[in-house]
């Protein structure tokens, strides 16, 4: 097959971990040094880089908190010159919807959902929400009992914005309290596709029961 030496080139990475986050910084200096070609590259990854991710993960101290994709595209398109592209979300198609935030948090809602009456939407959705994010969950899975969130005792350390989006969340649809409003919710900003559309996933289980997420957690 032919391939013109000028064509213009797309490039999609999917996901910005420990193998994409390697392998990202080469693609930009492949497309600074070709002279030929006009290049882009674009980087698609939801997740938020945490302190755990140092260790082997393309990233420091100051980039904990931040979206992955736009960490490492807004490093490298500006060392070498190249526009800035990245999408701050999972890649997921029509036919196969994203549920989840990922199979982690697959496994913990799994997990934690497992001996809950299925009749306590309530619950189930505190449960998907603050088993979204892993610090948070750790903060709060301790104080879930007879069918309850102990909201009052639980601390959160060291969570990021986003996990105290969740667990606001989470409280509201619970109790009934009101710390995030329906133009918080409209703002992109303060509430990112993903998160949003978690929050969306939690509500229709509150309203709906698991249905709304065609999940048995009873099998």
Same mark, same amino acid.
Request: proline share 3%.
């Given at each position: ?13 999917? &996901? ?31 997740? #938020? ?31 070498? &010159?190249?526009?800035? @592209?990245? #999408? ?50 750790? =903060?709060?899975?301790?104080? #879930?009992?007879?069918? =309850?969130?102990?909201? @009052? ?5 060291? =969570?990021? @914005? ?46 709906? &029961? ?6 048995? =957690?009873?099998?």
């Amino acid at each position: 097959m032919r391939y013109s030496a000028t064509a213009p080139v797309k490039i999609i990475v999917l &996901g910005a971990g420990g193998t994409g986050g390697y392998l990202i910084p080469h693609l930009y200096r492949i497309a600074f040094s070709d002279e030929n070609r006009d290049y882009r590259i674009i980087i698609c990854d939801g997740d #938020i880089v945490e302190r755990k991710n140092l260790i082997r993960q393309n990233f420091i101290e100051q980039d904990i908190g931040r979206n992955k994709a736009s960490v490492l595209a807004e490093r490298y398109a500006g060392a070498f &010159g190249i526009e800035c @592209e990245y #999408i701050p979300e999972y890649i997921e198609s029509e036919e196969n919807p994203m549920t989840y935030i990922n199979e982690k948090h697959r496994t913990r809602f799994t997990l934690a959902a497992k001996n809950v009456h299925r009749e306590n939407y309530a619950l189930l959705s505190a449960l998907y929400l603050l088993t979204a994010d892993p610090r948070l969950w750790s =903060c709060c899975k301790h104080h #879930i009992n007879n069918g =309850c969130v102990f909201f @009052e005792n639980i601390r959160l350390n060291n =969570c990021t @914005e986003r996990a105290y989006t969740l667990y606001c969340a989470a409280k509201d649809l619970t109790l009934g309290t009101k710390h995030i409003t329906v133009s918080d919710l409209s703002d992109a900003d303060l509430v990112p596709p993903m998160l949003f559309r978690t929050i969306c996933n939690a509500m229709a289980i509150r309203r709906f &029961g698991l249905a709304a997420i065609k999940e048995n =957690c009873h099998d």
